[in-house]
């Protein structure tokens, strides 16, 4: 995915249109404010999936998700989404 658009897509994640012209910076402080919200969206995805069937998938599906946005989120922040969305779909 282009980093044009992982940042549409974290837009539209956290319901924040003006991050799709928003700078590294603005983009982690924002995922940070929305931590929770960026996690349903996600969830909602991979709820919504037809290539989920299990935790395995679902898992897999998320972990894919979270791939595309190397390009605009640090490292450690899209570790802390996984470990909360691994926690989640645990609870499936």
Do not use: C, K
Request: hydrophobic share 50%.
């Amino acid at each position: 995915m282009s980093e044009a658009e992982s940042r549409a897509q974290l837009a539209r994640l956290l319901g924040d249109e003006t991050l799709r012209d928003a700078n590294a910076a603005r983009l982690a402080a924002a995922s940070e404010a929305g931590f929770e919200r960026f996690v349903d969206g996600l969830l909602d995805e991979a709820a919504a999936s037809d290539d989920v069937s299990d935790r395995d998938s679902a898992i897999a599906f998320v972990e894919s998700r979270l791939r595309a946005f190397e390009a605009v989120l640090p490292d450690d922040l899209r570790s802390r989404l996984l470990e909360a969305l691994r926690t989640r779909i645990d609870a499936w």
